[in-house]
């Protein structure tokens, strides 16, 4: 981790996430913000190629030429079509749905890969992405004896662990896995470290 503000890192590679913003200054535990530019550059253009549209009509009719048949057109289409009528309402549908999906993206963090570490410092944020998080404790959990393979999930509320032992007692084992991997999350240093869900199996088997 550098002292360089707003940075997002982790502990296995950097999880440097292009265009990720920070929630505020302070609060450690606040998730970080996606700028969303695909979004904010698809609005852009639409209303760059729509405003252009216009201006162009407007500097035809100015210059003495005819302006577009389609402005006629959509004047006499909105002029003379009812409020219940099935294109109407299919338009009004459609342009609510985009503001409320432009709403949803303006009033969300996003970014949900990305998990928040624990503040040491008040100038400088950190992330952890949730791959890396999940190969640093599998990595951990294949290191107790009797594991034979592993499937690791980070999620936001709760870390899903699924382990197959090949032999040992199964309760020695889950007995160790859940030390190991307990340790192991609190030393990703995650401002909020979700619960640990073990279940251990045999081989071919359903877990316990």
Excluded: C, N
């Excluded at 265009?19 to 904010?40: E, H, I, K, N």
Aim: hydrophobic letters at 45%; glycine letters at 10%.
């Amino acid at each position: 981790m550098s002292g360089t503000p707003d940075t997002t890192a982790g502990p296995t590679a950097p999880a440097a996430e292009s265009g990720a913003t920070m929630g505020g200054a302070s609060g450690g535990r606040r998730r970080f913000w996606s700028a969303r530019r695909v979004p904010a550059g698809l609005v852009a253009l639409a209303v760059l190629v729509i405003a252009g549209w216009f201006l162009y009509d407007i500097a035809a009719v100015r210059a003495h030429r005819p302006g577009m048949s389609w402005r006629h057109e959509l004047a006499r289409q909105l002029a003379e079509r009812q409020l219940d009528d099935v294109w109407v309402l299919t338009g009004a549908a459609v342009a609510a749905a985009l503001g409320l999906w432009l709403l949803v993206l303006a009033l969300t963090p996003g970014l949900r890969s990305v998990l928040t570490m624990h503040r040491t410092h008040p100038d400088v944020r950190a992330g952890l992405h949730r791959d890396a998080a999940a190969m640093v404790l599998r990595d951990r959990a294949l290191e107790v004896a009797g594991v034979q393979s592993v499937r690791v999930a980070v999620k936001r509320r709760r870390t899903d662990v699924r382990a197959v032992s090949h032999f040992r007692d199964l309760d020695d084992v889950r007995k160790d896995l859940t030390a190991v991997l307990e340790g192991a999350i609190r030393g990703l240093g995650l401002a909020r470290p979700s619960p640990l869900t073990l279940r251990v199996r045999r081989p071919g088997r359903k877990g316990r």
